[in-house]
């Protein structure tokens, strides 16, 4: 089992900034890909940004030029950045991992960390 250990949401006005932090643990495992999915009051939950193990990026249309996502392949930690924070920013924020565990495939969801922007 791959645990996901996320940190770094909070309360900020527009116009700030915040750096979400999720770190990956198990044994016997390799993650392919790591991302930020975010989920609003009465919305989907929808991606936000996502990184491969290539580092091969990819950023939902709303987040493009504000967020940045990063990650450290020996400590299994990626990093979100988010500048600019808006309003419709505020949604509780998931990390996801896919990878291998063992021979098999496996996805693995954070508790989940609240990020609220004030206007």
């Known amino acids: 089992q791959v645990q996901l250990v996320e940190s770094g949401g909070g309360l900020v006005q527009a116009g700030g900034s915040l750096r979400l932090s999720c770190a990956a643990s198990?044994?016997?495992?390799?993650?392919?890909?790591m991302g930020w999915y975010r989920q609003a009051p009465g919305k989907q939950r929808e991606l936000v940004a996502l990184?491969?193990?290539?580092?091969?990026?990819n950023y939902a249309d709303s987040v493009k030029g504000r967020f940045a996502i990063s990650r450290d392949n020996a400590k299994n930690t990626v990093y979100l950045q988010m500048n600019n924070l808006k309003p419709e920013d505020t949604a509780v924020y998931y990390c996801?991992?896919?990878?291998?565990?063992?021979?098999?495939?496996?996805?693995?969801w954070g508790q989940g960390t609240q990020v609220t922007v004030s206007s």
């Open positions: 996801n991992s896919l990878g291998l565990l063992g021979w098999s495939s496996y996805e693995s």
């Open positions: 198990g044994s016997g495992f390799r993650v392919n890909a």
């Open positions: 990184i491969t193990s290539a580092g091969t990026t």
